[in-house]
């Protein structure tokens, strides 16, 4: 029994807000349309942990950095917490990466300018 | 190797939705700078993976049945934990794209009304028709309401009439025109800047139901639920347009209906017995009657549209004797079956007395047929009431 790992997923998934929240990337960019992408992308993700465990393949280990709290058969506390970060991270980092992207050709255009 | 095809499963069913997100968000010239940072954050998330899942199973948090993968492994993470990240960051992105833009002003007034326009597309008097063949079906092989009872009857309740006719509908605008028949209790015109929304909308209501109840059953509900949502689509869509070639018209709009029974029987595991495939028999062929004899009233603005049907091909008089003749057989076969089967005899009989005063209707005189159809539509009603005691009969019989 510990909550290592619980608060571990906790600050993971502060950190991404945080990125979020100084970049404008995610839920303060169109909280509305966010909300909506985490809670399909979480019950997407479950969805898919639920077959697993029905089909036998996932098994939740004995580790001692878990609090062992299950919410279903071979489902632990931590799983969903897992499944927001999880969907948090590939959202920052894709929402990054298109600002990225887009600001790549700009500066290279502004430079230019000043070259000619 | 069972996680690699759960894996493929959802990784296949979240590219789906990926691209048809992206091509229904980006705008134009958008698209491939999202794939771009799509492939940026997968490049990212698989490298925090290889990291990062290695490290949780190290540490004992989870672990696989090994008889289920592949046995590949980047560091301690099973080659298929991949697809985790990957279905990711090929789904939400897109649906981030569509609905940051869909909530953008223009679009966002385009679309209102479409969910009322689906919900009156989808003839709720007849919701009914398709909902009721499964859930009874299952209810009275496997004796209990679970939770498939009750998503599968919600979903040949309403998604599955919102693609039969949202699809339907999109594809039939042409001749709906004109055709004066369509806009009220029988079918609306849907707008054409809805058509794309609906079709999208028939897609997202119908792939997640029709994945968990092929999930909830074996082999015999997989085909068919294929069949069935096969039928859906071939009926009117553009290229096969089932419902203008006649005979197999009238053989596809039955299947709509006949088959929720067999996937509900499927999904319950029924036992496959002489009495329940005559049941079947005479349900298709009341079916096939029902969409025959509809057809008789639409023969001369299908004629002028151009559309062929199984009326518009035999003629008024020979569709409506066939019908009746249909749905006398289909009366005479419940004969075959157990006690209390052959007391639904006298269903027929209503529909037999509905349609036999048009036996010597001509092409010229079709349109009048309409006042039959209108009653038949809640012809329904009093038959589903019948049929209703028979099974409650059958239930106390047999428990």
Request: hydrophobic content about 55%; aromatic content about 12%.
């Amino acid at each position: 029994m510990g909550v290592l790992y619980l608060v571990s997923l906790l600050l993971g998934i502060t950190c991404m807000l945080l990125l979020d929240h100084r970049f404008r990337l995610f839920f303060w960019h169109d909280a509305k349309a966010a909300a909506i992408v985490t809670a399909v992308g979480v019950l997407f993700f479950l969805g898919w942990d639920a077959a697993g465990i029905g089909l036998g393949i996932f098994l939740r280990g004995e580790g001692t950095i878990a609090t062992g709290i299950l919410l279903a058969p071979e489902l632990p506390l931590e799983e969903p917490v897992f499944l927001l970060f999880l969907t948090l991270c590939t959202m920052v980092l894709y929402t990054g990466a298109r600002r990225l992207l887009s600001l790549a050709p700009g500066k290279r255009r502004q430079r230019e300018r000043e070259n000619a | 190797m069972t996680y690699l095809w759960l894996a493929f499963l959802f990784v296949a069913a979240a590219i789906v939705a990926g691209v048809v997100f992206a091509r229904q968000g980006a705008r134009t010239g958008e698209s491939r700078r999202h794939w771009q940072a799509v492939g940026l954050a997968f490049a990212a998330l698989a490298v925090l993976t290889a990291v990062f899942d290695s490290v949780m199973i190290g540490m004992e948090l989870f672990h696989y049945d090994s008889s289920h993968i592949l046995g590949l492994t980047v560091g301690l993470a099973p080659l298929e934990d991949f697809a985790y990240p990957l279905a990711g960051v090929v789904a939400l992105p897109g649906l981030w794209m569509w609905l940051s833009r869909r909530r953008d002003a223009v679009a966002k007034s385009n679309l209102k009304g479409l969910v009322p326009q689906a919900i009156l597309a989808s003839r709720p008097v007849s919701w009914i028709n398709t909902a009721y063949p499964f859930a009874a079906a299952m209810l009275l092989t496997t004796r209990e309401i679970d939770w498939v009872l009750i998503l599968g009857t919600f979903y040949f309740l309403i998604p599955y009439n919102l693609a039969m006719y949202g699809i339907n509908d999109v594809f039939d605008y042409e001749s709906d025109l004109k055709n004066p028949r369509k806009g009220g209790i029988e079918g609306a015109l849907l707008q054409p800047h809805l058509h794309r929304p609906m079709l999208l909308l028939a897609a997202l209501t119908n792939v997640p139901f029709l994945l968990v109840l092929a999930l909830a059953g074996g082999p015999a509900a997989w085909l068919s639920l294929a069949v069935s949502a096969f039928a859906v689509v071939a009926y009117s869509v553009a290229g096969l347009r089932f419902k203008e070639r006649p005979v197999l018209d009238s053989l596809t709009s039955s299947t709509h209906f006949v088959s929720p029974a067999v996937v509900g029987l499927a999904i319950a595991g029924a036992d496959v017995t002489p009495g329940l495939l005559i049941l079947l028999a005479a349900f298709f062929l009341w079916g096939m009657a029902a969409h025959a004899f509809g057809a008789v009233q639409d023969i001369e603005p299908d004629r002028q549209a151009g559309i062929g049907s199984i009326a518009t091909v035999i003629g008024a008089r020979r569709t409506v004797r066939l019908a009746v003749v249909l749905w006398l057989v289909a009366g005479l076969a419940m004969l075959a079956t157990p006690w209390p089967g052959p007391l639904a005899v006298i269903i027929a009989v209503p529909y037999i007395v509905n349609c036999a005063p048009y036996w010597n209707v001509t092409d010229t005189t079709a349109a009048r047929t309409n006042t039959a159809w209108r009653r038949f539509i809640w012809l329904n009603y009093g038959s589903g009431f019948l049929v209703t005691l028979i099974f409650i009969l059958h239930w106390s019989l047999t428990s």
